[in-house]
């Protein structure tokens, strides 16, 4: 019995003090969390005032900042690219063509279809030449004749300057039939068609040059209905 209780005497120090080391680890655990959750919460802090601070600079920007933006990007690598061009002596034009994919290529090209070639009226030659291209447009060429011709003419269906094949050609009855029929058809557009004229050859003249004529205009807006019929006195001479 005195062995059991010297035993138990003698161990009671480790046990003291393994619980304390125990204890301190644990306290030391928790300090290093609550550290680590104020590091967290610090972090935290500061990436919520950073993104507002960047909302707030957003939301001052103009509306289209965002394109603008996108575009002196774009132009700034364009820039880039044809520096890099010229140093390589290369064509930018040629390599740019290059690096287009198919499917760009495709949807600008659907784009271009979309939207209104025709520029409007700049002067007789651009409109002729715009007359020319829906002409051209609207052929659909016979294949069996093209190739038919090709046979009898030979070599000189691919005409050189020693050719005399030019003046030659006979062109069939429905060829001519389809030209008659296309030039009856602008005939009759033509004549549909009614030019607004900026003058009115039966309106009496009463101006002496167009500043006047400008000016009467402006009268007769105004004061027309007030002087109308003091004008029809004085042009039938009844007036007092």
Known sequence: MAEFCETQLLDAPCTNAEGETSAAQKREERLKKFRDLHLKRNESRKLNHQAVAEEDRILKLPANWESKRARLEWELKVEEKKKECLEKGEDYERVKLLEIGAEDAERWERKKKKKNADPGFSDFAAAQFRQYQRL???????????????NDTGEEFYATANSLLHGTHVPTKEGVDRLVADVDKQIEKRAKYSRRRRYNDDADIDYINERNANFNKKAERFYGKYTAEIKQNLERGTAV
């Open 136 to 150: 051209v447009k609207q052929i659909k060429p016979d294949m069996e004749q093209y190739k038919k011709q090709k």
